[in-house]
């Protein structure tokens, strides 16, 4: 324990020095905009655009074989972005997509991402074909969007067109699909990325480099968009009720028995303030829920399913605490697993420099288990630019047990796309005399040409979070992998990328015993 908090330490002895950033300003308008993707109204042509995009690739750095222009304004309702995409064959511009969610990246496309609290680690990710087709995502603490965070559906309009000599896009974000402080004179973050994909050629502004390797998720090397003034997000409410109707009859010689049946339960949504969002579920139905895929276990270790309900999806990533998919304090599948939810709630969002997640949900006594209450609550600081410090608890109480779990991690990143992070947790359960731990530490050096992660992951045998996920207890893991990725060659003789590796790890028992051991 003493060791974990010295090298916790070690996150935060760094100073990052600031650096200056390429700004953009919107212009407010009181002109009625019609998004129909022609950018015809006159305030368009009286506003420089920003041209300034830089090849990511397949050059880094250099300019790009197309030019883009992008203009912003804003009005009470909506946030509007014009851009004009000019191509040297437009014949070739490639717009297949039509429906929402689909596999725009076979496209040409465009990225809007949009960090409204300016903390430099989380975004809105909202992407384009020509044709107006959508997608979008969530961008948590700098990282590639999960499945889940795809599965955000904001609410916005689009409309693009091709042209003889391109294409044109254009998009207007309603502020109440966005959360934002409540401040009179707003400063966000904006990344912006053009993806031509006959050449596989992508172009952002602001420039962010391949050393970078997290791309337009990169929220800590954002442009400033400034000039948003006397914004006010208004009110955000969202109700999804449900309810099912029938009836049964048992027909037998002696009598015929009829029996009405009848369900229902609603979902509540509702934005408390700018910044935080209040979730309640009364009778809550999954029966529309897509089911697991079959899997077959082969080993001694815990099969993983993913979480699929869209109470838990929304913004499931604030809750998560540990190593993904093997030991993680908090994971929502634990709950209504073999009973019914009657009801519970969540709260979401941010304040300050702190994010925040905190739930609790009861289940029925049902199929021989006493009625359950399970309790979380999760919080993140930014202490420092791109170093975040947090904890997390949670509680899991019934009238035959109680199992508590508390933990604490942080993490700190530098050099582009290098980090140090760490984390520990406790369990205090009635079942067991002492609390069990486990813990991890990790060291990640990258730059677009080398990289090394070396860590820890420690487990004891009775670290069982009743509201968690433990894949292997009773371990030791330490591993190391490095491996060098070099691009070779240039202009039409460019190898994208070559990759060589080298991974050892080594598990042992917590009694010294070697029980796996990988070179790769």
Do not use: C
Not at 425 to 443: L, N, R, T, Y
Request: aromatic letters at 12%; proline letters at 3%.
């Amino acid at each position: 324990m003493n060791k974990f908090i010295y090298y916790l330490s070690i996150l935060f002895a760094t100073t990052l020095v600031a650096q200056e950033r390429p700004e953009v300003k919107a212009i407010r308008t009181n002109l009625t905009i019609k998004v129909d993707g022609l950018l015809d109204e006159k305030i368009w042509e009286n506003i420089e655009p920003i041209t300034q995009f830089i090849q990511r690739l397949p050059q880094d750095g250099a300019q790009p074989t197309e030019k883009s222009e992008m203009r912003i304004i804003y009005d009470e309702n909506y946030l509007y972005f014009g851009f004009t995409f000019f191509d040297s064959d437009p014949e070739k511009v490639r717009a297949t997509i039509l429906n929402r969610g689909g596999w725009i990246h076979r496209d040409d496309k465009l990225e809007i991402a949009l960090d409204t609290y300016l903390d430099r680690r989380n975004a809105y990710l909202f992407e384009m074909n020509p044709l107006g087709t959508q997608d979008d995502a969530l961008i948590s603490d700098e990282s590639r969007p999960s499945l889940d965070e795809w599965a955000w559906d904001g609410v916005y309009i689009s409309q693009g067109r091709v042209t003889d000599f391109g294409w044109v896009l254009e998009v207007a974000i309603p502020w109440n699909t966005l959360r934002f402080p409540s401040k009179d004179d707003l400063t966000m973050g904006l990344a912006v990325k053009r993806y031509i994909n006959r050449k596989n050629e992508s172009a952002i502004w602001p420039h962010i480099g391949l050393e970078y390797s997290s791309d337009v998720y990169q929220v800590s090397q954002y442009a400033n968009l400034t000039g948003l003034k006397n914004i006010k997000r208004g009110n955000d409410i969202k109700i999804k009720p449900f309810g099912i109707i029938g009836s049964q009859k048992q027909i037998s010689e002696d009598e015929t028995i009829s029996d009405n049946l009848g369900n229902g339960g609603v979902d509540l949504y509702y934005g408390l303030k700018s910044n935080l969002t209040l979730n309640l579920t009364y009778n809550t139905d999954f029966a529309q829920v897509e089911s697991d895929n079959a899997q077959i276990n082969l080993t001694r270790f815990s099969l993983f399913y993913p979480e699929k309900r869209e109470f838990f999806l929304t913004r499931s990533k604030l809750f998560g605490f540990g190593n993904s998919r093997q030991t993680e304090i908090f994971f929502s599948r634990r709950i209504g697993l073999n009973q019914n939810v009657l009801g519970g709630s969540r709260i979401y969002g941010q304040i300050g420099k702190t994010s925040i997640g905190a739930l609790n949900i009861h289940t029925q006594a049902e199929n021989g288990l006493p009625a359950t209450a399970y309790s979380a609550l999760r919080l993140r600081s930014d202490i420092r630019d791109r170093t975040t410090i947090g904890a997390i608890v949670t509680d899991v109480s019934n009238k035959e047990t109680q199992n508590s779990v508390f933990g604490f991690d942080g993490q700190m990143r530098f050099w582009g796309n290098s980090s140090v992070s760490a984390w520990y947790g406790q369990v205090q359960d009635d079942q067991f005399e002492k609390p069990s731990e486990a813990s991890m530490i990790k060291v990640d050096l990258k730059n677009d040409r080398y990289f090394f992660t070396a860590g820890q992951h420690r487990v004891d045998k009775d670290f069982h979070p009743a509201l968690g996920f433990v894949q292997r207890n009773d371990m030791v893991g330490t591993g190391a992998m490095m491996g060098f990725t070099p691009r070779v060659g240039d202009g039409e003789e460019l190898i994208r990328q070559m990759r060589y590796t080298l991974y050892v790890r080594d598990v042992k028992n917590l009694e010294g015993l070697s029980e796996t051991s990988i070179i790769n």
